[in-house]
């Protein structure tokens, strides 16, 4: 066989991912936010975009449209006849018929109180505006705690002032010597006024480095022994992956290291992290829910925060005949393209954002009427298979995305939860589903008689819930909910108030 080189006709298939396939598949996976700042930047950049200012419902055009095709009232159709015939249209409120949901109206719950969330309680959820200001910042935590420790006013003011000089992780990162230097007090008592700051909650703050927090945390749990403490001393070891060095100055064997390397790895060494820095901004949903008088769910897009974008016919056609050049009318005609391009990608990611929620709220009914003790263990791809589209689809669509109920607002990847095997074998239960059962369990418990983890499987697996002990002990530590030791310290001090 000769070599050389001669020239081949082939025919290939390739998939291409044109701009403006690129700019609807990025529409899909922002907030109504986002694409209210998208919708500003095409609107500078494109003289034939302009704000529709009829009201909500309006065609793309800008025309008033008849009620009907403002909203659709889907009293007979199932949800799945609807969701199969793409009947979703535009942005206008989607009706799940009640045919296909439980008619039953009442949110009691025999099982115990109802939760909307692992920080809520009760039917009634937060309102949208108080959601920012969620939680209490780190030093708000101390300064509540210090005033039951401190000993006289003077104690009180120097550990209030090193309160407030810890950063955001709750290090003291200035020396001893240059506070008491700068406040004109002795050194012995701002040390005194360190240690009190070190024995609140959460333990570990104050500290002024990686080992004196790891070390605190040590104390609190009752393990800080020799060997510990020799293994506090020695991180930098421990991070190089000097493990055999390690281990013979611990003068341990290797369960014993395997041991104290597990009771390293379960302490936080950044403990104010766990608290905010200060009031968050409200979160704005995306998608509402409300109860259909019915009995089903109306979902529809929050058009607060979602401009309606139309065509300026009139000025196209004046600017046609003002175009003289071919490179003018090209440029018109380009823009005209665009224009007409955005408008049906944003129609089809309203679309495609209620047939999401629909399929959501259809999935998750129980939680939208008993609370998060019914959340059902739901995945991308069930929802995905249900509706047809693609798991990148919906996982686009449930980013940066929040939906707005009577129980609050949720991110809509709240949803989304694993499963955990149910006592008597029978299906599964949402991961969020024990969380709140811990949750409700440990706010219930007597302060003279905390609940230890071993009890929390016990009392759990009454309730239905299978799970092993370091399992609930993840759990508990997610929601950030403290050991027993740490909840029977803080009750304490709670009830000394």
């Known amino acids: 066989m000769a070599l050389g080189p001669r020239l081949d006709i082939r025919q290939t298939q390739s998939l291409v991912m044109t701009p403006q396939l690129q700019q609807a598949i990025k529409l899909l996976a922002l907030s109504n936010l986002e694409v209210e700042a998208f919708i500003g930047e095409a609107l500078d950049a494109n003289p034939l975009l302009e704000v529709s200012q009829a009201q909500p419902g309006a065609g793309e055009a800008g025309e008033g449209a008849p009620e009907e095709l403002r909203r659709t009232h889907l009293e007979s159709s199932p949800v799945d006849q609807l969701m199969g015939e793409g009947k979703a249209m535009d942005d206008r409120p989607l009706d799940i018929d009640a045919a296909t949901l ?224 071919k490179d003018a009318k090209a440029w018109l005609g380009e823009k005209l393209a665009d224009a007409n391009w955005l408008l049906k990608a944003l129609d089809q990611r309203q679309k495609t954002i209620l047939k999401v929620a629909a399929e959501i709220v259809k999935q998750q009914d129980g939680f939208f009427r008993h609370g998060v003790a019914h959340l059902k263990p739901l995945t991308l791809r069930q929802v995905a298979e249900a509706i047809e589209m693609h798991e990148s689809t919906v996982s686009r669509v449930t980013s940066n995305k929040y939906l707005h109920c009577e129980r609050g607002t949720f991110e809509l990847k709240y949803f989304f939860t694993s499963g955990v095997a149910s006592a008597d074998g029978e299906g599964a239960v949402s991961a969020e589903a024990v969380k709140a059962a811990i949750r409700q369990l440990v706010d219930a418990e007597d302060p003279r008689k905390i609940l230890s983890d071993d009890t929390l499987v016990d009392l759990l697996k009454v309730r239905g819930f299978d799970l092993a002990r370091r399992t609930v002990a993840k ?17 304490a001090l709670a009830g000394a108030r």
């Not at 530590?477 to 803080?490: D, H, P």
């Open 475 to 491: 759990y508990r530590e997610a929601i950030g909910i403290g050991s027993s030791v740490q909840r029977r310290r803080q009750k």
């Open 102 to 325: 439980d008619r039953d109206r009442d949110t009691g719950d025999a099982s115990g109180p109802d939760w909307s969330a692992d920080r809520f309680a009760g039917g009634e959820g937060p309102d949208i505006g108080e959601r920012g200001d969620f939680g209490e910042t780190l030093a708000e935590h101390l300064h509540a705690q210090i005033g039951a420790v401190a000993a006289d006013a003077r104690a009180l003011f120097l550990a209030r002032w090193l309160i407030d000089q810890l950063d955001e992780a709750g290090y003291l990162t200035a020396p001893l010597r240059e506070v008491a230097d700068s406040l004109g007090v002795p050194l012995s008592e701002v040390e005194e006024a360190l240690a009190l700051v070190q024995s609140l909650d959460p333990t570990g703050v104050g500290a002024r480095d990686l080992g004196e927090c790891l070390a605190l945390q040590a104390r609190e749990a009752d393990r800080y022994d020799p060997c510990m403490a020799m293994l506090l001393d020695n991180l930098e070891l421990l991070g190089r992956g000097e493990l055999p060095r390690l281990k013979r100055m611990c003068r341990v064997d290797d369960e014993d290291f395997a041991d104290m390397l597990a009771e390293l790895r379960g302490y936080d060494p950044k403990p104010g992290l766990r608290f905010g820095d200060g009031p968050a901004e409200a979160v704005v949903p995306d998608i509402l829910i409300t109860a259909s008088e019915v009995g089903g769910w109306d979902i529809a897009l929050n058009q607060a925060t979602l401009p309606r974008l139309v065509v300026n016919r009139s000025y196209y056609v004046e600017m046609r005949g003002a175009c003289v050049g």
